[in-house]
Structure formats: structure tokens, C-alpha cells
């Protein structure tokens, strides 16, 4: 079976870091997807891992642990606008569909 | 704007009515997928083209539910005799094979249904 495994909340404050991670259980790897969605819109793509390590891309890193089945987002410097549904999203092997977790959605405060 | 469009942004429907979505991709990009979301959930994957074939089908899918992409372009998505239990957001994506390795999807704003 496909599962994958977020926290459904989070708090922080403007400013600081946080880490939200993902666990996964899938029939296949073929790569693990994190999207950022604001309320009543669309997600929109955040960053991509295949093999394990960080991938740092401005104030938002991921980090992929295969043999763990593990993920985490860390974004840094939060900002109000920060304040939305994060989705990580496994693409399981020899398909092009993703399976996606609930979501964290991460309240951040002034 | 040249980002993945969708229309209707919303519809409402009684119970037992068909309905039907499109979703226009970006241009040039050669998959489009489906994905259906309810509140609190992430998205749950329908289906996906590449070009004007359908690839994979979701076994979650019942028979109500029908995709069509005639041209490779635009898609379609109707749902037959609606039940209050399709109630939800229609997301649609789209992805260009030919660039990135990692094949990013991009996502349109959806089309949320309400059966009442």
C-alpha cells in the first residue's frame, strides 16, 4: 500500500525556523515532491529530492532519506506569508502520479 | 496569463445531474493529470494523459467518472449522476517530460463542486 505521514499542524513564530517532516511508505521511489498551498488556491511546487540529502533553495531546504523513508522541509527566516498547507508528495516507482499526504498546515505568528 | 486554467472555478449541481470541467494545460506541455481534494486532505490522484493517451487510471475512480484529452491539449473530466460524496475540489495539472528531470507538475486553480 501507498502512506505518507505529515503533521497536521504547526505553530512558529515570524522569524524563526521549522521543520516539517514526512514519512512515506510507498511501492516504489521515484522521487519526493513538496508543495506549498495557500487557502483556496492552488499548490504550487516547492522542491524536489530523488537522492538523499539537502536541497537548499533560498530560505526553504528539503532533505530525503531513502533507506528511512523520510523527508523534512525546513524553512528559515518565517514570514507572515509563510502561513499555509504544506504537502509532501511521493511519485512511487514506474508511474508518473503522485500520492500525496494530508498536509501540515503551519500557522506562523507575529 | 499562461498557467494551467480551469473552468468552471465553481459549480453547484443536484444530486443525480452530470457534470463536466475542463482544464487547459500549458502550452506545450505534454501530461495532464487529475487530481480530486476535500477539505483537509491533500490530493488524491484520478488520472493522467500524456499527449491524448490516458495512462493510468485511479482504481478509486468508479465508472461514473469519464477524462478525455481529444487533441492533447484541453481535457475534459464529467462526472455522471452526481453524489453528494463527489463534493470537492477538481485539481488539474500539467508537466513537460521533455525538460527537467524531475518533471515538476503544475497545478490550476480548480474547480470546486458542491452536489446537493
Known amino acids: 500500500g501507498q502512506n505518507i505521514d505529515q503533521p497536521t499542524e504547526m505553530t512558529a513564530t515570524e522569524g524563526a525556523i521549522v521543520q516539517i517532516n514526512c514519512t512515506y511508505q510507498?511501492?516504489?521511489?521515484?522521487?519526493l515532491f513538496w508543495y506549498q498551498q495557500h487557502a483556496g488556491e492552488a499548490p504550487t511546487f516547492l522542491s524536489y529530492n530523488v537522492l538523499d540529502g539537502l536541497e537548499e533553495k533560498g530560505r526553504f531546504s528539503s532533505f530525503l532519506s531513502r533507506s528511512k523513508g523520510y523527508s523534512y522541509l525546513l524553512l528559515k527566516e518565517l514570514q507572515m506569508k509563510d502561513s499555509a498547507s504544506y504537502l509532501c508528495a511521493v511519485r512511487p516507482g514506474n508511474t508518473d502520479k503522485l500520492i500525496f499526504g494530508t498536509g501540515t498546515r503551519l500557522q506562523v505568528f507575529p | 496569463d499562461t498557467g494551467v486554467s480551469q473552468d468552471p472555478r465553481h459549480k453547484i449541481t443536484k444530486r443525480g445531474q452530470n457534470v463536466t470541467f475542463r482544464c487547459d494545460p500549458i502550452?506545450?506541455?505534454?501530461?495532464l493529470y487529475w487530481y480530486r481534494q476535500t477539505l483537509g486532505q491533500g490530493p488524491e490522484f484520478l488520472t493522467y494523459f500524456q499527449n491524448e493517451a490516458q495512462l493510468e487510471k485511479s482504481r478509486l475512480l468508479s465508472d461514473r467518472f469519464s477524462a478525455e484529452r481529444p487533441k492533447g491539449s484541453f481535457s475534459t473530466l464529467e462526472i455522471q449522476r452526481t453524489e453528494q460524496g463527489d463534493s470537492a475540489m477538481y485539481l488539474c495539472?500539467?508537466?513537460?517530460?521533455?525538460?527537467?528531470?524531475?518533471?515538476?507538475?503544475?497545478f490550476g486553480p480548480g474547480t470546486r463542486l458542491t452536489v446537493l
Open positions: 495539472a500539467s508537466s513537460f517530460t521533455g525538460g527537467r528531470t524531475y518533471n515538476e507538475q503544475f
Open positions: 510507498t511501492s516504489g521511489f521515484n522521487g
Open positions: 502550452s506545450e506541455h505534454n501530461r
